[in-house]
């Protein structure tokens, strides 16, 4: 494994849902137990969606993230959904349960003593991330916490943007595992390392990562974990 050619990197900005945090885990459950209560409560009959539907829409934002969830003459109400879903999540997240990924900590920790700036960028809101960042441990480890609530912030495009601005560079790569991760990375034009998954192809990504520290600590110009 070799560095890219634009390493070594000032700032790694990190997808949340999918690439740090086992959103697999747990998502599929709790989403089908949320389309049950909604649809109890409303007098509804909804499908249940199995795990591969359920996670399709991770990285996803708004109605997009909760309509497909709700059949077509009630996707409308996508906002409730949400609303009864999101406090279990955040419980969930703030159980003190670990869902990250092995070896994330390590990773964040090897490019902290580097000198290397770390941003989250997820399309959440910000309880949501409160409840991830803080629950979850990713707070302490990373210097930025960008979301769909943060100032100025209307897209990931824009959280990219802004954790550039506030870290001072352009020597900045993202990581993650969707589609919108790249496209974002495209918009500001930095390069994009793919976190590996089978829900997607990225592979005309700039980089793979397929989960091990010193394989994403290599790529970006980190030789070794200190």
């Known amino acids: 494994m070799t560095a890219l050619p634009q390493a070594p990197f000032e700032l790694v900005i990190f997808d949340v849902d999918g690439t740090l945090h086992r959103i697999e885990r747990w998502w599929p459950d709790l989403i089908r ?11 509804l009959q909804l499908d249940l969606p199995d795990d591969r539907q359920a996670l ?4 996803n934002k708004g109605a997009a993230v909760w309509s497909p969830f709700l059949s077509p003459g009630q996707q409308h109400r996508w906002a409730e959904l949400r609303a009864l879903v999101l406090p279990m999540e955040v419980a969930l997240l703030r159980s003190g349960t670990d869902y990250l990924y092995p070896g ?3 990773v964040l920790a090897g490019f902290r003593a580097a000198d290397v700036g770390l941003a989250l960028a997820s ?11 803080e629950g979850q ?7 930025w916490q960008f979301c769909l609530d943060s100032d100025g912030v209307e897209t990931k495009t824009d959280m990219l943007r802004s954790a550039m601005q506030q870290a001072g560079t352009r020597r900045a790569v993202m990581v ?3 589609a919108s991760d790249q496209r974002a990375a495209r918009d500001v034009g930095i390069p994009f390392v793919w976190r590996v998954n089978d829900l997607c192809d ?4 700039e980089g793979a990562w397929e989960g091990d520290p010193s394989q994403l600590l290599t790529l970006l110009g980190v030789s070794r974990i200190s």
């Not at 399709?56 to 990285?59: L, R």
């Not at 441990?137 to 210097?143: E, I, K, N, P, V």
């Open 33 to 43: 137990k949320g389309v049950q209560e909604f649809a109890d409560a409303e007098g």
């Open 56 to 59: 399709a829409v991770v990285g």
């Open 104 to 106: 994330v900590l390590e």
């Open 123 to 133: 399309n959440c809101g910000s309880d949501y991330m409160a409840a991830i960042a």
């Open 137 to 143: 441990g990713l707070a302490a480890h990373t210097d």
């Open 176 to 178: 993650g595992d969707r």
């Open 202 to 205: 990225l592979s005309d990504a």
